[in-house]
Nanobody, 122 residues
Framework: QVQLVESGGGLVQAGGSLRLSCAASGSIFSINAMGWYRQAPGKQRELVAFSTIYGSITYADSVKGRFTLSRDNAKNTVYLQMNSLRPEDTAVYTC????????????????WGKGTLVTVSS
């Protein structure tokens, strides 16, 4: 069974920084994509940053220049360095990954963590 476990959320003042981590474990053949979504109260879930197995990274416009996604394939882990945080960044941040569990699992399957709360005070 594949699990994604997030860590690093918390309370920070505006302008501060946090680093989120997401570690995948279990029956993993390959991780084809991995990254972060977030959902603020009353808002729809949005993509924050996502990377592929080839190293390409996509960021939401609202976080470009402030957030940096990195990936440690050896550890099946992604990190989200969040700088210059703003109150509007307050949300539950959830890790997601497209994972193949075996050679015959051609398309892979989406897996989700439980989320970690980031609160940015003004």
């Amino acid at each position: 069974q594949v699990q994604l476990v997030e860590s690093g959320g918390g309370l920070v003042q505006a302008g501060g920084s946090l680093r989120l981590s997401c570690a995948a474990s279990g029956s993993i053949f390959s991780i084809n994509a991995m990254g972060w979504y977030r959902q603020a109260p009353g808002k729809q879930r949005e993509l924050v940053a996502f990377s592929t197995i080839y190293g390409s990274i996509t960021y939401a416009d609202s976080v470009k220049g402030r957030f940096t996604l990195s990936r440690d394939n050896a550890k099946n882990t992604v990190y989200l360095q969040m700088n210059s945080l703003r109150p509007e960044d307050t949300a539950v941040y959830t890790c997601s990954a497209l994972i193949r569990t075996g050679y015959s699992d051609y398309g892979g399957m989406d897996y989700w963590g439980k989320g970690t709360l980031v609160t940015v005070s003004s």
